[in-house]
C-alpha cells in the first residue's frame, strides 16, 4: 500500500495557479524476520485516478525529483522492485500504492511503502530426515495449477531452499506433498500435509 505519511499546507508563492506539486519517496515495509533492503532501484509511475493514465513514470526511485509537479487533481502512486511479479519466483516482489490530492499551489507529501506481494515458502530438512533419506521431492502448491518443486539430495548438500508464491485471492492454505527414498533398501515414502497461508506468509505488525 502506498501510504500517505503526511500532508502539509506548504505553499510555494509561484507557480501555475492550477498546479501543486509532491515530494514524494519511497520505503519498503519488511516484516520482522527479513532484512532492510535498498528501494533505489524501485520503478515509480504516478497516475491518474480518472483514467488511470501514466501522467509521470521514473525508472528508478532515486531519479524522482524532490517535487514534482503535477495539474490539481487526484492521483496514486505505484512502486515496485524490478521487473514483473510472476506466480512463482526465486525473489520476493515489493509493491505499494495509494491516492493522494494535488492541491492548488500546496506541496504535498507522501511515502509509499511496499509491502511484499508473495509469500516466500523455504525448504529445509532436519538432521534426522538427512540421515533417513537419500533424496527427496517437495511439491507445494496453492490449489491452482502452479506448483513449486524442490528437489533434494547428497548432491545439493540438502540445503534449505527458498522460493516465492504470488498467492490467489482466495488461497486459504497450502498442500504439501513429500516424496522420499530412504538410504536403507531404497524405500519409497510419501507424506502430506496442510499448512493455512497464515502460517506460510510473512506477517506486519498490523496483520497480527
Excluded at 491518474?48 to 509537479?69: C, F, H, I, M, N
Amino acid at each position: 500500500m502506498l501510504g500517505m505519511a503526511s500532508c502539509s499546507n506548504e505553499e510555494f508563492p509561484t507557480g501555475d495557479a492550477h498546479q501543486g506539486t509532491i515530494a514524494l519517496s519511497v520505503k519498503r515495509e519488511t516484516p520482522s524476520v527479513v532484512r532492510a533492503v535498498e528501494t533505489a532501484d524501485f520503478s515509480v509511475r504516478i497516475c491518474s485516478q480518472a483514467t488511470g493514465d501514466v501522467v509521470k513514470a521514473y525508472e528508478r526511485a532515486d531519479e524522482v525529483p524532490d517535487k514534482v509537479t503535477l495539474p490539481v487533481g487526484m492521483y496514486y502512486a505505484y512502486a515496485h522492485t524490478p521487473g514483473q511479479l510472476q506466480k512463482i519466483m526465486d525473489t520476493p516482489f515489493y509493491e505499494g500504492r495509494d491516492d493522494f490530492e494535488i492541491l492548488r499551489n500546496i506541496n504535498t507529501i507522501a511515502t509509499v511503502n511496499c509491502r511484499m506481494a508473495n509469500g516466500g515458502i523455504t525448504v529445509a530438512y532436519s538432521d534426522e530426515f538427512k540421515e533417513t533419506f537419500a533424496h527427496c521431492t517437495v511439491a507445494v502448491d496453492d490449489g491452482s495449477e502452479s506448483v513449486i518443486i524442490y528437489n533434494a539430495s547428497d548432491a545439493t548438500e540438502f540445503a534449505p531452499v527458498t522460493r516465492y508464491l504470488h498467492y490467489r485471492d482466495n488461497t486459504k492454505a497450502l498442500y504439501v506433498n513429500v516424496t522420499a527414498t530412504t538410504r536403507e533398501q531404497g524405500f519409497r515414502s510419501t507424506m502430506n500435509f496442510t499448512l493455512t497461508k497464515k502460517e506460510a506468509t510473512e506477517q506486519y505488525d498490523d496483520d497480527k
